[in-house]
T-cell receptor, first 114, second 117 residues
Framework: GAVVSQHPSWVICKSGTSVKIECRSL??????MFWYRQFPKQSLMLMAT?????????EQGVEKDKFLINHASLTLSTLTVTSAHPEDSSFYIC??????????FGQGTRLTVV | AQKITQTQPGMFVQEKEAVTLDCTYD???????LFWYKQPSSGEMIFLIY??????QNATEGRYSLNFQKARKSANLVISASQLGDSAMYFC??????????????FGQGTELSVKP
């Protein structure tokens, strides 16, 4: 199956700093990528949908200035958590599709803000 | 309104027995897809099985089968001959329409399955 690589797999950062998470499709062109957030023992909540070359579409209640998403190429989307605070600590996971196949998930990133 | 509902927060099953994980959904779109994913403690999302709304037969993939009851809007996952390695969180998900039509994968609350030796 298709491979989606997410990096880093875990990160610890200080409160007030920004963290960038990368999501790469390794063997297909991902026209659309999805970013999810998951708190422990809870479901995956869709944060935003990003299409290559255009602005991301954010779900209701997600702060676009807080969670910056860039999808500059067909193989890379990035999520930047700006001015991170402890409440932003969570598991972030991306998925990617070329529209013709099902979406494939990255391995996820555990973010801890201290 | 919750579009995907999993009513079993946790389930136990004896090794080698079969188990059914419940999932109900709500949509007015005639074209949709239903998915089941397994999430072990590592966090990765492992695709298990897919059922399209127009598929006439229930989907099967090895030990996994999807009991699709369209009129009842249910898509239960059946795992046969449970193994210790099946212990994980299981998520039901739905996509309304296609990705080309702006479809998004929406997840249920999840069921934590524990397989007892």
């Amino acid at each position: 199956g298709a491979v989606v690589s997410q990096h880093p797999s875990w990160v610890i950062c200080k409160s007030g700093t920004s963290v960038k998470i990368e999501c790469r499709s390794l063997d297909f062109q991902a026209t659309t990528m999805f970013w999810y957030r998951q708190f422990p023992k809870q479901s995956l909540m869709l944060m935003a949908t990003s299409n290559e070359g255009s602005k991301a579409t954010y779900e209701q209640g997600v702060e676009k200035d807080k969670f910056l998403i860039n999808h500059a190429s067909l193989t890379l989307s990035t999520l930047t958590v700006t001015s991170a605070h402890p409440e932003d600590s969570s598991f972030y996971i991306c998925s990617a599709t070329d529209m013709n196949t099902e979406a494939f998930f990255g391995q996820g990133t555990r973010l801890t803000v201290v | 309104a919750q579009k995907i509902t999993q009513t079993q927060p946790g389930m136990f099953v004896q090794e080698k027995e079969a188990v059914t994980l419940d999932c109900t959904y709500d949509t007015s779109d005639p074209s949709y897809g239903l998915f089941w994913y397994k999430q072990p403690s590592s966090g990765e999302m492992i695709f298990l099985i897919y059922q399209g709304s127009y598929d006439q037969q229930n989907a099967t993939e090895g030990r996994y089968s999807l009991n699709f009851q369209k009129a009842r809007k249910s898509a239960n996952l059946v795992i046969s001959a449970s193994q210790l390695g099946d212990s994980a969180m299981y998520f039901c998900a739905m996509r309304e329409g296609t990705y080309n039509q702006g479809g998004k994968l929406i997840f249920g609350q999840g069921t934590e399955l524990s397989v007892k030796p």
